[in-house]
T-cell receptor, first 112, second 116 residues
Framework: QKEVEQNSGPLSVPEGAIASLNCTYSDRGSQSFFWYRQYSGKSPELIMFIYSNGDKEDGRFTAQLNKASQYVSLLIRDSQPSDSATYLCAVKVGSNDYKLSFGAGTTVTVRA | DAMVIQNPRYQVTQFGKPVTLSCSQTLNHNVMYWYQQKSSQAPKLLFHYYDKDFNNEADTPDNFQSRRPNTSFCFLDIRSPGLGDAAMYLC???????????????FGAGTRLSVL
């Protein structure tokens, strides 16, 4: 079982709609969760992180964490064509403060 | 602006010819990482430095080595590149965030390695 799993997509949404991305993880002890955006051929850039159960909002992005069910999600409201990218979910591995385990990413395409 | 800088952005090498990729940072972060990312795959951690302490991942091939001469610089050496080593190589740095203990990693732009 992979440590972090995401649907590869592609997830296609019309401009202005909500894009919903999901991520599940295997280590029940995981504490910190990150969403990175990666444009094609570019490096990952951090969108937001979450470590408490519930929702965390930052602009058009909302991260949702449910530790009991071991999933974390990302909602993108009012999707724009510039949001078209691959979104990587990353989870802090066990008690190691320095290592992240990444999912393979979900590719999102926003149709104008 | 403080940042993580990787050079070169694109590197072409020949099968078996040693190659070195470099990473520098102005963030003064004490942890530096090297990842390998192949197309449509997750970034795969090769190793990381905590200060001068080198931490190798168990499944990182011996063909991959790293050096960190000081806080600002870190190098990835591939001693004998094979065709399977063609990938994007990402350098990242991190620091913990106070009481939350959240360790955010900041990535450089990456070096895309081609092996002919």
């Amino acid at each position: 079982q992979k440590e972090v799993e995401q649907n590869s997509g592609p997830l296609s949404v019309p401009e202005g709609a909500i894009a919903s991305l999901n991520c599940t993880y295997s280590d029940r002890g995981s504490q910190s969760f990150f969403w990175y955006r990666q444009y094609s051929g570019k490096s990952p850039e951090l969108i937001m992180f979450i470590y408490s159960n519930g929702d965390k909002e930052d602009g058009r992005f909302t991260a949702q964490l449910n530790k009991a069910s071991q999933y974390v999600s990302l909602l993108i409201r009012d999707s724009q064509p510039s949001d078209s990218a691959t979104y990587l979910c990353a989870v802090k591995v066990g008690s190691n403060d320095y290592k992240l385990s990444f999912g393979a990413g979900t590719t999102v395409t926003v149709r104008a | 602006d403080a940042m993580v800088i990787q050079n070169p952005r694109y590197q072409v090498t020949q099968f078996g010819k040693p190659v070195t990729l470099s990473c520098s940072q102005t963030l003064n972060h004490n942890v530096m990482y090297w990842y390998q990312q192949k197309s449509s795959q997750a970034p795969k951690l090769l190793f990381h430095y905590y200060d001068k302490d080198f931490n190798n991942e168990a499944d990182t091939p011996d063909n991959f080595q790293s050096r960190r001469p000081n806080t600002s610089f870190c190098f990835l050496d591939i001693r004998s590149p094979g065709l399977g080593d063609a990938a994007m190589y990402l350098c990242a740095t991190s620091v913990s965030r106070g009481g939350t203990g959240v360790n955010i990693q900041y990535f450089g732009a990456g070096t895309r390695l081609s092996v002919l």
